[in-house]
């Protein structure tokens, strides 16, 4: 049978692929990695927000290949259903999708003024606007889900929506962004995470740098 891999780009830069290997991590699926030198044509495209890239992450299983991060947390979710990826209940189970699917196709500014990167660190960061617009609404979600459904993770036991927001609480420490208490201490159960731990180590590791991630702006 062949091996299952996981496609994915930059540890320290690449939000995307950070999202889909900790999903991948929580179902309990045993994978192998590709990893796309970040200065692969594509890989860059997809770190610099030039394009769409289709190419990671990539889960390839069995002879099925998903490339679209909700596409792989629902078909993870289908082939490890004790892995909790999605509540059982209905209408949590709704919630958690609507959230991610925020996130999936969300917060541009965001995105675009605070992008990833582990390594770096820059104390008084000025945020515009419209990336502020995104961080209040950001917690708006985590303050909701946290208290309709108790803690410690988003909806109560860790799920794909955990692992969609994972890369904001990087970016948040990256760009040293103050949260009210409660949402600190959600953020620092994400970031202390055994996967969580695993992924800073790889990321710490690389060798590569992109400069335009490298100037504060």
């Given at each position: ?88 209940d209905q ?60 803690g410690p ?12 927001y994972a ?51």
């Amino acid at each position: 049978m062949p091996r299952t891999t996981l496609t994915l780009s930059s540890k320290n830069y690449s939000s995307w692929s950070m999202r889909g290997w900790l999903m991948t991590k929580l179902a309990g699926i045993d994978f192998d990695e590709v990893i796309m030198a970040p200065d692969d044509a594509d890989a860059r495209a997809e770190i610099l927000l030039l394009s769409p890239s289709i190419l990671v992450p990539c889960l390839t299983y069995k002879t099925t290949k998903i490339w679209d991060t909700l596409a792989i947390g629902e078909f993870l979710n289908e082939i490890a259903p004790k892995s909790g990826l999605l509540p059982k209940d209905q209408a949590k189970r709704a919630h958690c999708r609507s959230v991610c699917g925020e996130m999936h196709s969300g917060f541009v500014s965001l995105r675009q003024a605070l992008p990833m990167n582990i390594k770096a660190h820059f104390s008084k960061f000025k945020i515009w606007s419209k990336a502020r617009a995104d961080i209040d609404r950001i917690e708006a979600i985590w303050g909701e889900c946290l208290s309709n459904y108790g803690g410690p993770f988003l909806f109560g036991e860790i799920s794909m929506a955990d692992a969609m927001y994972a890369p904001v609480v990087s970016r948040l420490r990256t760009y040293d962004v103050k949260l009210p208490a409660n949402l600190q201490a959600y953020a620092d159960r994400i970031w202390d995470l055994p996967a969580m731990q695993e992924w800073r180590e790889a990321a710490l590791a690389e060798k590569e740098e992109i400069e335009e991630l490298e100037v504060e702006f």
